[in-house]
């Protein structure tokens, strides 16, 4: 079956440009690993009229609604590989199952590549986090910290101490004279020792261990972790890229589409600040565009 539109990755994105193709009437199959981003997350925050929902379960209930449609299809797997062009793509899964379409939206994501810090990535999406604004309210006026990771880090802190109390760990790392000076302005405390562990219950922080053995009560603590594609597609593609803040993402037209024709793209991989909102919004200008290039 030759497909209108095959939609790569079935998260806010994808699920989002899938429904508007749906609703233009267009055949649309959606190929997705159902490992979204934010599944590590328990709840999903300033998303309008989802405030504080678990992302997994807005996840279930899209993609129902979407399932709804008589010309859509679901596919289980991972898409390894696109050939062909447009009105002639064909994509390829690791199964060796091959699905055939006329556009292309890739939405497969990205992902976090989280430092190897012992207690760090079981409390990852909870108590270890990157966005303020998804986040950073509920733990608003308690004890925070940002992990030096990259040179913009010291940027993130300054935005950070509009939470609350506000710690620089540098983890052995340096600090400009400047950079140092406007931290201190903002009265935020900055630690030099390297950071050997974090401490607490559970998904919960309480406490950053340094390689003297000493502790430091905390709450929350902020890394702007670099991040991956999901898939080496674009690129094999050949999809114009650019490099943001924390990695690389796909550059597109104001329409969601590559610089490839008739591939577009949506969310994580198409911009440098990330969260569901702006993901949902790329998926919806992506499915509409890819039912007007259907037509015209």
Request: net charge negative; charged share 20%.
């Amino acid at each position: 079956m030759l497909h209108d539109a095959i939609v790569i990755g079935g998260s806010f994105a994808g699920l989002s440009a899938a429904t508007y193709i749906a609703r233009g009437r267009r055949t649309v199959a959606i190929i997705d690993t159902g490992l979204p981003r934010n599944r590590f997350a328990a709840h999903s925050h300033g998303f309008l009229g989802q405030d504080g929902s678990e992302p997994g379960a807005i996840l279930v209930t899209a993609r129902a609604q979407v399932e709804a449609y008589p010309t859509v299809s679901f596919i289980s797997g991972e898409a390894i590989s696109v050939s062909g062009a447009r009105d002639g793509f064909v994509v390829k899964l690791a199964d060796g199952t091959e699905v055939e379409g006329r556009r292309i939206v890739l939405a497969f994501g990205v992902s976090d590549s989280l430092p190897d810090l012992p207690g760090l990535r079981e409390r990852w999406g909870n108590s270890v986090i990157h966005c303020p604004y998804c986040h950073g309210f509920e733990f608003s006026g308690q004890q925070l910290g940002v992990l030096n990771m990259h040179p913009r880090s010291s940027h993130q802190v300054q935005l950070i101490s509009e939470w609350g109390p506000t710690t620089f760990y540098l983890n052995g790392g340096e600090i400009a004279d400047d950079a140092r000076g406007e931290l201190e302005k903002r009265g935020v405390a900055i630690e030099s020792r390297p950071v050997t562990a974090l401490h607490g219950e559970g998904k919960s922080l309480s406490a950053i261990e340094f390689a003297d053995g000493t502790e430091r009560a905390i709450d929350a603590l902020y890394i702007g972790a670099p991040t991956r594609l999901n898939s080496s597609i674009a690129a094999e593609l050949g999809c114009a890229m650019e490099e943001g803040q924390v990695g690389p993402f796909i550059r597109t037209d104001g329409m969601k589409m590559t610089s490839v024709p008739g591939v577009y793209a949506a969310g994580d991989i198409t911009r440098a600040m990330h969260n569901v909102t702006f993901a949902a919004s790329d998926g919806v200008m992506a499915g509409v565009a890819v039912h007007a290039s259907l037509i015209f």
